[in-house]
């Protein structure tokens, strides 16, 4: 309890285990809490989060240094902390008898009883949103060291990053080495097949390095559903080939690692990193990087069952999905005989019209792509359970 404001938990043994949900009743100071078991449980403040300072003060509400999400009960409010990255969110739904926060938008829906418009096409575009000195950088990531590592946690961890032949990547494995990080992943190749390891920079840093298959997702069951229902796209899912070396460890990656010149102080050849911008991120309305085929088929029977909701003039998800998949063979041949002859025309208003339709062609498995979400939440709220909220 602090300043008012009382923190009840309920731990949920089959939850995800850094799964939260808080519940705000108005005129009540109790919140209620109910968490899956890896989240750290005080009587001022919950999270599962890595901060840069003294982890037994909780003061995550006060840095913009923190990975992970909670809350911190102090003078009589209660403040809800997201991660300070571009790429997380905390998700919240507002009804009359109670506001619900939670890390996790499945969580949210699954303890809410909500639901996602199964026919609604927009979800992909809805979901689209938005260095400082070496030294700060430094100083940032052993305080976060510390504090993942403490001693009094529940569940202490580890860190552990990624490599590649980037600059992002390998600009935060060399910070991160000063923190007392010694391990990396490094996926094999990139986005298209090129190769995209790190090996050469982890020698050069002396860290110990593990090559996962960028494909390696592939052969696990339904893997998209948990990344495809957290924002839409699941771009990041070739993690789930990695999933055994990331069990209690806080995982580093980077961005505007270009902007840093840490790398080439530590002693790493300049021919091994930033010769060339590659990804390894999935973009699945890419044609080699679609649902596995065991995916397929169940998003396919999801969308026969929610075909012709009444009250929707929409065509119909299943009509437009099952129509993309008889027709892809028609579709591949259309675009390699519109791209021989936008090649082979001269320039004028012919060509510029068929380089003009190509996208268009492609956008056929964009289409496709637009009902994942419902489905993957729907597959994913299953994992919860009997919801707890009364």
Not at 204 to 225: F, K, N
Not at 276 to 284: M, Q
Not at 374 to 385: K, L, S
Request: glycine residues 8%.
């Amino acid at each position: 309890m602090d300043g008012g404001i009382t923190l009840e938990y309920s731990m949920q043994a089959d939850w995800p285990p850094l799964s939260w949900l808080a519940s705000c009743r108005p005129g009540s100071s109790t919140v209620h809490v109910y968490h899956g078991e890896q989240v750290e449980a005080r009587s001022s403040w919950f999270c599962e989060a890595v901060w840069d300072r003294p982890y037994d003060e909780g003061d995550f509400d006060e840095t913009d240094l923190v990975f992970g999400s909670g809350a911190r009960a102090r003078d009589g409010r209660l403040t809800f902390v997201s991660s300070g990255s571009t790429v997380d969110r905390l998700q919240s739904l507002a009804r009359t008898d109670a506001t619900f926060v939670s890390n996790s938008l499945i969580c949210l829906i699954a303890a809410t009883g909500a639901s996602v418009d199964p026919t609604y096409p927009s979800y992909p575009e809805d979901f689209e949103t938005v260095m400082r000195y070496r030294a700060f950088l430094d100083s940032s990531l052993e305080r976060i060291a510390t504090n993942l590592s403490a001693p009094s946690r529940a569940r202490p961890y580890e860190m552990i990053g990624t490599l590649s032949s980037g600059y992002d990547s390998p600009m935060v494995a060399t910070l991160a080495r000063e923190a007392g990080s010694q391990e990396v992943i490094s996926f094999a190749t990139a986005r298209g097949g090129d190769a995209d390891d790190g090996r050469h920079v982890a020698r050069d840093l002396g860290l110990t390095v593990t090559l996962v298959s960028r494909d390696a997702w592939r052969e696990r069951r339904l893997p998209e559903i948990a990344f495809i229902a957290s924002d839409s796209k699941g771009e990041d899912v070739y993690f789930c080939g990695a999933e055994d070396h990331l069990r209690g460890r806080v995982l580093l990656t980077g961005f505007h690692g270009g902007g840093v010149w840490a790398i080439e102080e530590a002693g790493v050849a300049r021919a091994s990193f930033g010769v060339s911008k590659k990804a390894a991120s999935v973009i699945f309305t890419e044609r080699q990087s679609y649902l596995t085929p065991a995916s397929l088929r169940d998003y396919r029977r999801w969308l026969r069952r929610n075909a012709w909701r009444p009250g929707h003039w929409k065509l119909p998800p299943a009509v437009v999905v099952e129509a993309w998949i008889l027709t892809r063979p028609l579709l591949r041949l259309a675009r390699l005989a519109l791209r021989t002859i936008a090649r082979a025309s001269p320039e004028g208003a012919f060509r510029s019209w068929a380089y003009a339709a190509l996208p268009r062609l492609a956008g056929r498995r964009v289409e496709a792509f637009r009902y994942v979400l419902p489905w993957a939440v729907e597959r994913a709220r299953a994992r919860y359970g009997r919801s707890p909220v009364s």
